[in-house]
């Protein structure tokens, strides 16, 4: 019989996902990232085709996966979300892709007060129970994250940074790959590490 550490150590790792870079994703860096519209948790509708003309990140998100609990216990979601704005003028819209009755869905009241709460600093988060977005940008993970650029190119996919794991210590030295995007994109040239390896939850879509 297996003792209570295993069967913890089981469910945790079924719970995580870590993508090979093989995988064939629809979105393509390059190319013009794909368009969505999408209601706010305030109840707002964001239309990616009107704000051309602005950087967007975005961010797949689920309050209860420990890896976005990692980011944000450690402020380092929240403090690369303030740079990313301040620095680079960005707009950054955090969406929610869980389902109805699954880990991290949350009803519109609930995300704001959520976004209160971490102290984070978005300026959108969309709510997307239906998958719709999600699954248009091939998101596999929480976090997952994405840049385009004011014309609408997308221009970098992946992990959020060069450590896979949960560990709250990891955030010390790790490479933030959208940091790094951003800047690449400030000085004119190509974003080097334009695709990573998305790691963390699954995103739990509905059926």
């Not at 102290?119 to 719709?132: E, R």
């Not at 990891?170 to 800047?183: C, F, H, M, P, S």
Request: a neutral charge.
């Amino acid at each position: 019989m297996m003792n209570t550490s295993t069967l913890k150590t089981l469910a945790l790792a079924a719970a995580v996902t870590i993508l090979p870079l093989s995988v064939d994703a629809s979105p393509k860096v390059s190319a013009p990232a794909p368009q969505f519209t999408g209601k706010t948790a305030a109840g707002e509708t964001v239309d990616l085709s009107q704000l051309r003309g602005k950087k967007v990140v975005l961010e797949w998100t689920n309050k209860d996966c420990p890896y976005v609990r990692k980011h944000y216990g450690t402020e380092n979601m929240q403090a690369l979300q303030g740079e990313s704005k301040s620095d680079h003028d960005v707009v950054w819209i955090s969406v929610i892709s869980s389902a109805p009755g699954t880990q991290g869905y949350l009803e519109p009241k609930e995300a704001l007060a959520h976004v209160d709460e971490a102290k984070a600093k978005p300026d959108h988060v969309i709510l997307d129970p239906s998958g719709t977005i999600g699954r248009a940008y091939a998101a596999v993970t929480t976090p997952h994250m994405y840049v385009i650029d004011e014309q609408g190119t997308l221009r970098f996919m992946g992990g959020i940074d060069d450590k896979p794991s949960s560990n709250w210590e990891t955030v010390k030295g790790a490479k933030n790959y959208v940091r790094a995007a951003l800047d690449d994109l400030a000085q004119g040239g190509d974003v080097k590490d334009a695709v990573t390896r998305p790691y963390g939850c699954s995103v739990k879509y509905g059926s």
